[in-house]
């Protein structure tokens, strides 16, 4: 699934299942867990998915990238949450990670993409500003653009956690 029309595809099933084999190891198997009180509520049983306990995600996008891409590097634009995880991703897999945001980002943010080893480059003041920089490194340094959303090995990925519900809550 790699290269630059990822985007562009729907993931199917047999790429979540992909996906789950590439990641094991890698991801927690986060709890399921009855909410008694949002069952009341709503009258029929209600489960939350504890996925706040996850390390991170993007790891099934940088690792089903071929090697020649894999170590060019990775960018994104992101206000923090999906840098953060794309940081996280890049440094176990060793390879180089920009992530670029807007200077209206959160200095918190900017420090937990740095903790991680990769460069928080501040570009303007709109993720639109961010992703101009992110388009650059793509064309200019042949960096891999794997952005939070939209793109098919992403939502392999976060499909995964369907797989896990499934298992614990036939």
Do not use: W
Not at 4 to 26: I, M, S, Y
Not at 79 to 93: E, F
Not at 135 to 162: C, K, N, W, Y
Request: glycine fraction near 8%.
């Amino acid at each position: 699934m790699a290269g630059p029309e990822q985007g562009t595809r729907h993931p199917q099933l047999t790429d979540t299942l992909v996906a789950r084999r590439r990641l094991e190891g890698r991801l927690l198997h986060t709890p399921l867990t009855a909410s008694p009180s949002l069952t009341e509520r709503h009258g029929a049983p209600v489960y939350l998915k504890c996925e706040h306990q996850q390390i991170t995600g993007a790891f099934n996008a940088v690792l089903a990238l071929p090697a020649g891409q894999r170590s060019k590097g990775v960018t994104a634009a992101s206000t923090g949450n999906h840098g953060r995880a794309l940081a996280h991703a890049a440094r176990a897999a060793g390879i180089p990670c920009i992530v670029c945001m807007s200077a209206l980002v959160p200095a918190n943010k900017v420090e937990a993409i740095k903790a991680l080893g990769a460069e928080a480059r501040i570009v303007g003041l709109s993720q639109d500003d961010a992703q101009v920089e992110v388009d650059r490194l793509v064309a200019e340094e042949g960096m891999v653009a794997l952005p939070p959303f939209d793109h098919a090995d992403i939502i392999a990925g976060q499909s995964t956690l369907g797989l896990e519900m499934l298992e614990d809550l036939p």
